[in-house]
Structure formats: structure tokens, C-alpha cells
């Protein structure tokens, strides 16, 4: 028996989904049939548009979702995006099932005045610049019709706010302050490196509304911050002085213990000197970012967590100076017309991976990755998360209730019969061999390539011979 399944997504929650289905298609007598669509000309979603360059070993996760896009039964239709060059009912009548994939597309905003002057970014905006999104501009870091900003704030900014204590905003503390010698070891786009070049940046402010305890770090990146060359990290021991509910924290969770710890040692340490410094400020919430026609610094309180456990701001406001702030408080899921959406919390509303729709569960509608959590959780989440998804699509067919009847070859002659050109596997590994080509020729293990041109002239080049 046929099972043909559409995922609508190529980061790692589709691909751990696809690799889920075809396992269990050997184990049974289910022909699965896999079709991975991806709005983007290459696969891999933030695993290559969010991942930070200079974490090279992660980035390499792509190696093991490439094995699965490649298996046998599974094809990738990049360059397909679902909504815009077909739609939902379109995608749902040529499979037997669909399952969402396609993350959280957008970024959290937070509410504050003059959060859109000229100098304030969005983190997901500094993250696709740098990793060479082909949305973005990698001259100017402009998408199409929007404003250039990356190089200009970058080469002028001297002091840096960056707001929200998670790992992305140490993704993006590390490229305002890493060498540029070590960055050149990245695979970051040519024109992103030389952009970084004549960055002017000295000191970053990281916000974080709660204490030490309550960061969304995790460990071994928090200590990475410490072992960066010519950086000192400025925090106010005080604020490692915990509160009763700070000390509960640090009994029940290891993580906030370990990170506590981490910048305990860091408190000892002599400072002064370096290039760079990167100061933590706990209990320091933003009330709005200073600025008339750009911005020039951000108004910010000390914050306490009140009785019902909401972040209150407690004193007076004072202004940290900055010509740059980052906004790194969260993504955020996009609706999808046709498919429902809980406004509320930015996801898809599901149990155990199946749809809910006008409050029933959707025949052949299932949802996996930060679409369907929401977006936290590193890399690996998304396999146990894919994998639940794929055990209640396959428990449908076996009960019944999800019978299969599509056929194999509907969804490549949809595509075609709207005049589309997907990019499959074999011209990513055209794009992959070219971004090889070009980092080499400049001694750097890759370069990506970050114009969408670039991509689709090397999806086309033929090997030689
Ligand atoms: C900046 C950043 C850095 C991170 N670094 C790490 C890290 O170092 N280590 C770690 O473990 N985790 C990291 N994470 C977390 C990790 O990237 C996520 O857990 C994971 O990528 C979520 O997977 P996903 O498949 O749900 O979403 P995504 O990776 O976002 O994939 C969604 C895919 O859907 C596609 N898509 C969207 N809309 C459509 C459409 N309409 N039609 C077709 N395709 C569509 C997108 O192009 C994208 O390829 C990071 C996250 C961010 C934001
Ligand atoms: N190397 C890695 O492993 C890596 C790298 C990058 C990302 N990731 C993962 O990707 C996921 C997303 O990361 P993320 O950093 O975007 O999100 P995150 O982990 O949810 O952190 C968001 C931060 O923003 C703060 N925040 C939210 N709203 C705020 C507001 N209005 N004002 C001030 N601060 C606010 C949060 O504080 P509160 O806690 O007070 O809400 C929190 O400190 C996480 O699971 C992360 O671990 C992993």
C-alpha cells in the first residue's frame, strides 16, 4: 500500500519527520512516500538560517538531514512555497497527508516606544543578514523593498543593547565582539565578513528582566561568552546575591545552578583592558528606546517578579546609551492561510501532533517542530517531537481513520502544471560543492552563498566532465 505524505517545511522538524516516516515504512508493509517542500531553494531551515557560523559542529547537523532528504522514497521540492505558488487545499487534495513544518517565521515585539526607529533590529533580522538568508540583502542587510542597515549601524554603533538573556542573544553578542580572523573560519557570506571588518563596537549591554537565575541560557554556551579573546564580562555581584525564590530556582534546576556558578567565577575576575566588554544586567527591564530620528540609547528600570509571578518594573528609569538594540526575546509562528492558528500563542492547534480543526481533529493534517510548540527547544527536540507527530499519522492508517488513495505522481505534476521549477537534492549538492569551491578559494572551509542568483546559477552549473 501507497502512503503519499506532503511536509511542508525542510528545517530539522520536517526532515526528523520524513526520516521517522521512511523508518517505519521498512519496518512494515507501507510504501511511504515523502515529499519535503521548502520555500527556500535549499534545505535544512534554521540548522542554515539561524544556527550561528561560528558554531561549526552544529551547523554539521546538516549532514545527517541530508542523508534522509536523499533516502530512497523521500524527494525535496525547494523553491515551492506553500500558500504562495499553491495553496493548502491544493497540497492537501494531491496527498494523503500533510504534515506542517514550516517553524516560526517571525519574532516577538516588545511593545515598547520607539522599538521601530531606525537602529533597532529584531534579532531574526541580524541572524538571517549573517547567515546569508537569500531574503536579505548581504550587501547592506536590506531585505528587497526594505531599508539598508546591517553595515552602516555596524560600522558607526560603538555601544549595543541587546535585549533578552537566551542563547540567540549570545549568538549575536559573539558576532558583535569575535575577531574577525576568527570569524573568517566561519562559512558566513564574503560580503558579511567584510562587513564585520570595520564593525566600531566596544561594549554590548545584555537586558535580562529576571535574575541569574532565571536566564534561558544554556551552559556550555553562557561559559563560551567568558572564554571569548579580549573580553571582559561586567555583572554587579549583587545580583548574585540570590532572593528566596532565586535560591529555590537554583536548588530544583541544574542548569540555572551551573550558569550561576559560571558567572560567579566571573565576578572574581579582574576586568579592565580588554577591547571589548559585555555587561550583564539582571533585573533590568526596557521602557522604551531613546531617539529622535534614530536611536540613541534605551530607557530602562530595575524589574522584580511580583506575587503572581509577572515581571513588574520596581525604581527609577534611567538610559543606557546605544546606537544599536538588538530585540532577541523570541520567534514567533506565522498563520498560513488555510490552516488554523491560534493567535494567542503563534501555533497550530494539535494533540499529540494531529490538527485540531473548528475544534475536531483534520483528517490527514498533523504538525511538527516549533509550528506546533512553539519556538524553544534545540535541534534534537524536534526528533522526539517528529517522531510522536509520525506515530499518530501511522496509528490513523492502521485504525483507519486516515485511508490512503493519493497517488505517488499528483504532487510532482501539480508542481509542474503550474509551471514551477523545484530545486531537488541533486542541485543542492550542486550549491553545496560551490559554496566548497568558493570558501576554498580564499582559504575558508566554505562560503555561502547569500544572493538567491548565486544559488540558482550554481543549482544549474553542471559538473565538469
Ligand atoms: C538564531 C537561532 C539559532 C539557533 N541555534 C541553535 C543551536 O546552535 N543549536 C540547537 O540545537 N538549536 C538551535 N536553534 C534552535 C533550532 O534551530 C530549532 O529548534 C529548529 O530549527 C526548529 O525546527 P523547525 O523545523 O520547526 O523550524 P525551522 O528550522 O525554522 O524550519 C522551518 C522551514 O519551513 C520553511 N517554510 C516556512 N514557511 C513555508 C511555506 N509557506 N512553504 C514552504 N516552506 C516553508 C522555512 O523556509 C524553513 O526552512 C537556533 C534557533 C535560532 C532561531
Ligand atoms: N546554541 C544553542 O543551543 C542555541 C542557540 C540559539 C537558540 N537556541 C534555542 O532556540 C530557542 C529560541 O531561543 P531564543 O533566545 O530566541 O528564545 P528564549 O530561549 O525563549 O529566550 C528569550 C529571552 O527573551 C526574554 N524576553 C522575552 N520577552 C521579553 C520582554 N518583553 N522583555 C525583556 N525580555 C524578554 C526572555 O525572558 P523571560 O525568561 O523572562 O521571558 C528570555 O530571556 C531556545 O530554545 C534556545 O535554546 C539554542
Given at each position: 500500500m501507497h502512503l503519499v505524505v506532503a511536509v511542508v517545511g525542510a528545517g530539522p522538524s520536517g526532515v526528523y519527520a520524513a526520516e521517522a516516516l521512511t523508518r517505519r515504512s521498512r519496518s512494515e508493509d507501507l510504501d511511504v512516500r515523502v515529499a519535503v517542500?521548502?520555500?527556500?531553494?535549499?534545505?535544512?531551515?534554521?540548522?542554515?538560517?539561524?544556527?550561528?557560523?561560528?558554531?561549526?559542529?552544529i551547523r554539521s547537523i546538516r549532514g545527517t538531514l541530508e542523508r534522509t532528504l536523499d533516502a530512497a522514497g523521500v524527494t525535496f521540492y525547494g523553491d515551492v512555497q506553500v500558500g504562495r505558488d499553491l495553496s493548502v487545499e491544493e497540497l492537501r487534495a494531491s496527498v494523503d497527508a500533510v504534515v506542517y513544518a514550516y517553524g516560526a517565521g517571525s519574532d516577538r515585539r516588545l511593545g515598547i516606544p520607539g522599538e521601530d526607529l531606525?537602529?533597532?533590529?529584531?534579532?531574526?533580522?541580524?541572524?538571517?543578514?549573517?547567515?546569508?538568508?537569500?531574503?536579505?540583502?548581504?550587501?547592506?542587510?536590506?531585505?528587497?523593498?526594505?531599508?539598508?542597515?546591517?553595515?552602516?549601524?555596524?560600522?558607526?554603533a560603538r555601544e549595543v543593547v541587546v535585549v533578552g538573556a537566551g542563547n540567540v542573544a549570545l549568538d549575536v553578542v559573539r558576532v558583535l565582539v569575535r575577531g574577525v580572523d576568527e570569524l573568517a573560519a566561519t562559512d558566513m557570506p564574503d560580503e558579511v565578513l567584510a562587513a564585520l571588518g570595520s564593525r566600531t563596537v566596544t561594549d554590548v549591554h545584555v537586558l535580562a528582566r529576571r535574575g541569574p537565575a532565571y536566564t534561558a541560557f544554556t551552559t556550555k554556551e553562557l561559559r563560551e561568552l567568558g572564554e571569548l579573546d579580549d573580553l571582559d564580562v561586567v555583572l554587579d555581584p549583587a545580583d548574585l546575591v540570590l532572593d528566596e525564590s532565586s535560591r529555590l530556582v537554583a536548588e530544583t534546576d541544574r542548569v540555572a545552578a551551573r550558569n550561576l556558578a559560571v558567572m560567579a567565577e566571573?565576578?572574581?575576575?579582574?576586568?579592565?583592558?580588554?577591547?571589548?566588554?559585555?555587561?550583564?544586567?539582571?533585573w533590568t527591564s526596557p521602557l522604551g528606546v531613546a531617539g529622535t530620528d534614530r536611536v540613541e540609547g534605551v530607557q530602562v528600570t530595575r524589574s522584580a517578579i511580583d506575587a503572581e509571578g509577572l515581571v513588574r518594573p520596581v525604581g527609577d528609569a534611567w538610559t543606557i546609551p546605544a546606537q544599536l538594540v538588538v530585540r532577541a526575546v523570541g520567534y514567533r509562528g506565522l498563520r498560513l492561510a488555510g490552516v488554523p492558528y491560534d493567535e494567542r500563542t503563534g501555533r497550530i492547534p494539535h494533540s499529540e501532533g494531529r490538527v485540531i480543526r473548528d475544534g475536531a481533529f483534520s483528517t490527514g493534517e498533523y504538525v511538527t517542530?516549533?509550528?506546533?510548540?512553539?519556538p524553544t527547544g534545540v535541534i534534537g527536540t524536534n526528533r522526539s517531537d517528529a517522531v510522536e507527530t509520525v506515530a499518530s499519522l501511522l496509528d490513523d492508517v492502521e485504525v483507519g481513520t486516515l485511508q490512503p488513495s493519493a497517488s505517488p505522481e499528483a504532487l510532482s505534476g501539480l508542481l509542474a502544471?503550474?509551471?514551477?521549477?523545484?530545486?531537488?537534492?541533486?542541485e543542492w549538492h550542486r550549491i553545496d560543492a560551490a559554496e566548497i569551491a568558493r570558501g576554498q578559494e580564499h582559504g575558508r572551509p566554505r562560503t555561502t552563498l547569500a544572493h538567491r542568483g548565486e544559488l540558482l546559477a550554481a543549482a544549474d552549473e553542471q559538473p565538469p566532465g
Open positions: 517542500l521548502d520555500r527556500l531553494p535549499v534545505p535544512f531551515g534554521l540548522v542554515r538560517y539561524g544556527v550561528a557560523p561560528d558554531h561549526p559542529s531606525p537602529g533597532s533590529v529584531a534579532a531574526p533580522e541580524l541572524v538571517t543578514w549573517y547567515t546569508g538568508h537569500p531574503d536579505v540583502h548581504p550587501d547592506d542587510g536590506s531585505a528587497a523593498a526594505g531599508h539598508p542597515w546591517v553595515p552602516g549601524l555596524l560600522s558607526t566571573w565576578a572574581q575576575r579582574p576586568t579592565g583592558g580588554a577591547r571589548h566588554r559585555v555587561h550583564l544586567h539582571f517542530g516549533w509550528i506546533k510548540r512553539g502544471g503550474r509551471g514551477l521549477h523545484p530545486l531537488g537534492m541533486p
